[in-house]
């Protein structure tokens, strides 16, 4: 008679069958009635002026209608006011044709308006050009001296900065049995997902609009709109039903939405205006990042001494800055510790949040020294950090408000075989490859943020819900119906989950692995409250057997109230709504953390990553021949889409560790891979055997559900568990990801 429960089944993911037979629809793929095409003008310089913009002879050519410049630009809102986005670091947003300055290669000068997009972009080779070039530092290594601290903001609400200095770490170094020391330098990283940036503007007539927009948050992107172009937000719609991958990359409004809603307002018209390949690499990247280690530890293996300096790039008006070195004292319970994050501002533009931004730049350079301290006292790995394994998180002194790491470990150690490992370098063979095996710890936040969800229920006794969060790949959409389908007692083909515009209730940007905790509690919210208001109707109803129960007593299954422990008195929720003569009953409901509670405990999801790499000595070529990632995250509510996020960050990982990396040449400022074939990412030939496990975790302080995130924490261990098999594999520590084979040979 009960239901079945949806949350832990491994369901596929509900819009699967839509995007594999190409009927998802993204941003830049909506028709409209005389659509026009914008194609954006990138600076070729890094920094100066723009001493001429000629575009009297593109103008002139067949089918363009505009071309939008800092010399004709209208005078939108934008230009006196400082509103930013809901994901901006402090300092000044970039204004994309605010003038004639240049402050970083690749910035947007201007936008070619044409009847067709190939038209636009032929065009837009007709400017003609001419600079007035400046002195610009875009090398971080050459420019550390002019490190600073980073200014403090609203994002430091979820990035705050590193704990004061605790003990005397100088002293406890100096004194410490063992010593390991570490310098790690990490190269850019562009976020390069699928679908490329577009937003389709559709002009609704004075000064209204409908917007499809590829972004991580449909509100975020409406409250820009409406703010910089001093709109109505009613007027302001945005839409993103479907996002092929974002990890970061759309957690700010990018400048082609700002482009496309300047023309269509201009223009009265519609108007598209979609990114290339290369231009994917102008509006944000993973900073470069140089971090230095010193790790002490006594006798009986305990770390006592932990020093953790990062220095990252940031641009030269906004401060934007990551949790780099944090997570060690949260990791491991060292009393003295001194832990510090500078910026150096250079002519680039503004990095930005990339899948796990902080964890798996900071995360390597801890892992990585964990691992040199246990070989210096002769300790296994895993031993060593068992032995410094702590429920509290020393960096707050406070108690993890769930940590099944230990379990993580002893699962993980298990599936891969940990136990088979020499500790010696070199001394595991197969053919003529050397084989190592590495581990290491990984830790990301549990945060939660508020969201509202309406929940209707109709005559026809199925459930809407609906939510403004995008599903950006990740799931969303199904394991919010199975959230729902749970907590209403029905089937997943009776729950409608509509999301993704900005007209629906607010949910925050989609990003950090909240989004489930966020709006997850805000649906089964919802669905209670609704519930509640079917079960009031019964009640209220002549000869009701529900009018003489309490709620509680009441079990909602399969469409029908029941009496518990007497499966004969039940009512069908459309019997209720008939009964009652209404056509349906809606309400919308909000969930926040509880503000009681909330920071009393540490909320983190930890994991246990073991990897075997095989090197070939001859021509330094690494291979990741197998992976396990043990993961406790709380309730997992669909095992199969979970899975799908930690494989997806393992495989980032391996490409973090031997792939991936934007070369700038300094000479000129400018990345010199901005593409698909010289920016290298794996491929399947790349990736193995990989295997994921979720161990068991309880936790009812993150929320009702229990439910902890999953996005991020698939990546953060990979890097130095591989960094750590290769030292195992061939001796040697190469702290420079990705980890070039050259420095093998
Ligand atoms: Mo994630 S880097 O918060 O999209």
């Known amino acids: 008679m009960t239901k079945t429960p949806a949350i832990g089944k491994p369901i596929s993911r509900l819009e699967g069958a839509l995007k594999v037979t190409g009927q998802a629809k993204y941003a830049g793929e909506y028709q409209a009635p005389d659509l026009l095409y914008g194609y954006v003008v990138n600076s070729t310089i890094t920094k100066g002026k723009i001493a001429v913009i000629d575009t009297a002879d593109a103008k002139k050519m067949a089918g363009v209608v505009e071309i939008f410049t800092h010399e004709n630009r209208p005078s939108t809102a934008w230009f006196d006011i400082q509103y930013a986005d809901m994901d901006a670091p402090p300092g000044t947003v970039f204004k994309p044709l605010k003038d004639n300055e240049i402050k970083y290669n690749g910035q947007p000068i201007a936008l070619v308006v044409a009847e067709t997009f190939e038209m636009a972009r032929y065009a837009a080779m007709k400017i003609k050009l001419a600079y007035k070039e400046e002195q610009f530092e875009t090398d971080l290594e050459s420019n550390l001296d002019k490190e600073r601290d980073p200014k403090k903001g609203i994002a430091s609400m979820l990035k705050p900065p590193p704990p004061k200095p605790k003990g005397d770490f100088e002293q406890a170094y100096r004194n410490s049995y063992v010593q390991s020391s570490g310098e790690f330098k990490h190269g850019t990283e562009h976020h390069n997902p699928m679908e490329m940036f577009a937003s389709t503007v559709i002009y609704e007539g004075k000064n209204k609009l409908k917007i499809y927009d590829k972004t991580q948050g449909t509100i975020n992107s409406q409250f820009y709109v409406a703010n910089v172009f001093g709109l109505k937000m009613k007027n302001v719609q945005v839409i993103s039903p479907f996002v092929g991958g974002a990890f970061g990359s759309g957690l700010r409004p990018q400048y082609q939405l700002f482009m496309a809603v300047m023309a269509s307002l201009a223009l009265k018209r519609n108007v598209r205006v979609t990114l290339d390949r290369a231009q994917m690499f102008t509006f944000g990247h993973r900073p470069p990042t140089i971090q230095y280690t010193k790790f002490g530890a006594d006798e009986t293996g305990k770390v006592n001494a932990i020093y953790h300096k990062a220095s990252a790039e940031t641009s030269q008006f906004e401060d934007y800055v990551e949790m780099v070195v944090n997570w060690s004292n949260m990791l491991y319970p060292a009393e003295n510790t001194l832990l510090e994050s500078k910026l150096v501002p250079l002519d680039v533009y503004s990095p930005l949040d990339m899948r796990a931004p902080g964890g798996s730049t900071g995360i390597h350079a801890i892992e990585v020294t964990m691992d040199e301290l246990a070989c210096k006292l002769n300790i296994d790995p895993l031993e060593f950090r068992l032995i410094n394994y702590s429920d509290i998180d020393k960096s707050s002194d406070k108690e993890f408000s769930s940590k099944e790491l230990k379990e993580c470990y002893r699962q993980g150690a298990e599936k891969f075989g940990w136990s088979n490992r020499n500790p010696q370098p070199r001394t595991m063979k197969r053919g003529n490859k050397l084989v190592g095996y590495g581990m290491a710890t990984g830790i990301w936040d549990a945060n939660r943020l508020l969201a509202r969800v309406e929940a209707k229920v109709t005559i026809d006794g199925r459930v809407e819900l609906k939510s403004a969060v995008t599903d950006i790949g990740t799931g969303t959409l199904t394991v919010m119906s199975q959230i729902a389908a749970d907590e209403l007692g029905m089937d997943l083909d009776n729950i409608i989950f509509s999301y993704a515009d900005s007209s629906m209730p607010f949910a925050p940007i989609q990003g950090g692995s909240f989004t489930t905790a966020t709006v997850g509690a805000a649906v089964k919210t919802a669905c209670r409250a609704l519930n509640k208001k079917i079960f009031k109707k019964a009640a209220a109803l002549k000869d009701s057997f ?6 509680e007593d009441i079990i909602f299954s399969n469409g029908f109230l029941f009496l518990k422990g007497s499966p004969d008195n039940r009512i069908s929720i459309i019997e209720i709504l008939e009964k009652s003569s209404i056509k349906e009953l809606k309400t919308t409901n909000m969930a926040m ?28 070529i690494i291979e990741v021949t197998r992976a396990v990632t043990s993961v406790a995250a709380g309730k997992i509510i669909n095992p199969k889409t979970a899975e799908s996020q930690i ?17 700038t040449d300094h000479r000129f400022g400018k990345y010199m891979n901005p593409n698909l074939a010289e920016y290298h990412i794996p491929v399947h030939a790349d990736i193995h055997d990989l295997n994921v496990i979720f161990v068991d975790e309880k936790d009812k302080m993150v929320n009702d559900l229990g439910i902890k995130g999953v996005g991020e924490i698939g ?10 098999a290769v030292y195992n594999a061939t001796g040697k520590r190469i702290n ?6 050259d420095r093998l040979l």
């Open 546 to 551: 529900v009018s003489k129960a309490a709620f």
């Open 593 to 620: 953390p509880n503000p009681l509670t909330d920071g009393k405990k540490t909320k983190a999801v930890h994991s246990a990553v073991f990897v075997e790499v095989e090197v070939d000595e001859e021509l330094g």
């Open 647 to 663: 494989l997806g960050g393992m495989i980032w990982g391996i490409s973090k560790a031997l792939h991936e990396e934007t070369i």
């Open 715 to 724: 990546i953060v261990g990979m890097p130095p568990a591989i960094t750590n």
């Open 736 to 741: 420079e990801l990705p980890i070039h084979f």
